[in-house]
């Protein structure tokens, strides 16, 4: 087994509880902006985050929601001629207002993550990102949350269209794993969903969990670790699947569970 060079982090829901707080929230705005009486339900957003991407999620709600709700099948407003364009234009206001959004603060990360990045960092190791998310939506959240330099911790931060199949697909770890030069036994990712999960674990890594209220639910048998949260050594995390002995989450047991 190789040693462990890199961790690989999500972003949504794994960093931050950003799904409800910030995309939600941004995605109303944007369809209010734009003059559509959509307003999606935290319940209706769980059943929509099956599709990962914001644009694809907007196609998804057009194809497989609207008329259910609505009893009418979607036309689009008047001045508008191509579908396409609809969603892109709507996906660009939802991206203004997330990031407005978390340059007021609104999602704080969770327990453990500045605790494990600082340790990461002391120790030499390299850290990625790899996420479904638009990238000006992970600096925002990184630079309003640690400070603008954070960005730089970051060897890759591999985001949004970079890759043309967003998570399930592998493909956005892969390209992280490309760009810094490593094989996937010598990285370990952290994941919410389990769509990450089918991400990561196809892209060959081997994966932590940390659940949150829309996740806790989903199948993550291919993780190596499930937990509540990362932890703080005041604010023990709870270990929901895997062997790990400790109360919070640390470079160590990173090196543990990747050596196991
Ligand atoms: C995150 C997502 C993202 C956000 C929206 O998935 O699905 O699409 O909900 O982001 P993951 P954009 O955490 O698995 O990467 O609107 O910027 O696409
Ligand atoms: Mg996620």
Redesign the pocket.
């Given at each position: 087994m190789s040693q462990l060079e890199a961790l690989i982090f999500?972003v949504?829901?794994?960093l931050a509880d950003t799904e409800r707080d910030g995309h939600l929230v941004a995605f109303n705005m944007a369809f209010k902006e734009a003059g559509l009486d959509w307003d999606w339900s935290v319940e209706l957003y769980g059943q929509l985050l099956a599709v990962t991407g914001g644009k694809e999620r907007i196609r998804y709600y057009i194809r497989d929601f609207y008329n259910q709700e609505r009893g009418e099948n979607f036309s689009m407003p008047l001045e508008v001629t191509n579908v396409d364009e609809f969603i892109v234009a709507l996906h660009a206001a939802k991206t203004r207002f997330y990031t407005q959004l978390m340059a007021d603060g609104a999602v704080p990360l969770r327990p453990g993550v500045v605790r494990l990045f600082q340790e990461v960092r002391q120790a030499g190791l390299r850290m990625a990102i790899a996420t479904t998310t638009t990238a000006e939506n992970v600096t925002a959240l990184l630079t309003h949350t640690l400070g603008a330099d954070s960005v730089d911790w970051f060897e890759v931060i591999a985001a949004g269209d970079i890759v043309p199949a967003k998570k399930p697909a592998p493909d956005i770890y892969t390209y992280a794993m490309e760009k810094m030069n490593l094989s996937a036994d010598q990285c370990l990712a952290f994941?919410?969903?389990h769509n990450?999960l089918l991400s990561s674990y196809s892209a060959g890594l081997k994966t932590v969990i940390t659940v949150n209220d829309y996740t806790h639910d989903h199948d993550f048998t291919n993780a190596v670790l499930v937990v509540s949260d990362l932890g703080e050594p005041d604010q023990a995390m709870t270990v929901l699947a895997g062997d790990c002995d400790e109360t919070y989450f640390s470079l160590a047991t990173a090196r543990h569970l990747h050596q196991a």
């Amino acid at each position: 087994m190789s040693q462990l060079e890199a961790l690989i982090f999500d972003v949504d829901g794994t960093l931050a509880d950003t799904e409800r707080d910030g995309h939600l929230v941004a995605f109303n705005m944007a369809f209010k902006e734009a003059g559509l009486d959509w307003d999606w339900s935290v319940e209706l957003y769980g059943q929509l985050l099956a599709v990962t991407g914001g644009k694809e999620r907007i196609r998804y709600y057009i194809r497989d929601f609207y008329n259910q709700e609505r009893g009418e099948n979607f036309s689009m407003p008047l001045e508008v001629t191509n579908v396409d364009e609809f969603i892109v234009a709507l996906h660009a206001a939802k991206t203004r207002f997330y990031t407005q959004l978390m340059a007021d603060g609104a999602v704080p990360l969770r327990p453990g993550v500045v605790r494990l990045f600082q340790e990461v960092r002391q120790a030499g190791l390299r850290m990625a990102i790899a996420t479904t998310t638009t990238a000006e939506n992970v600096t925002a959240l990184l630079t309003h949350t640690l400070g603008a330099d954070s960005v730089d911790w970051f060897e890759v931060i591999a985001a949004g269209d970079i890759v043309p199949a967003k998570k399930p697909a592998p493909d956005i770890y892969t390209y992280a794993m490309e760009k810094m030069n490593l094989s996937a036994d010598q990285c370990l990712a952290f994941e919410d969903s389990h769509n990450g999960l089918l991400s990561s674990y196809s892209a060959g890594l081997k994966t932590v969990i940390t659940v949150n209220d829309y996740t806790h639910d989903h199948d993550f048998t291919n993780a190596v670790l499930v937990v509540s949260d990362l932890g703080e050594p005041d604010q023990a995390m709870t270990v929901l699947a895997g062997d790990c002995d400790e109360t919070y989450f640390s470079l160590a047991t990173a090196r543990h569970l990747h050596q196991a």
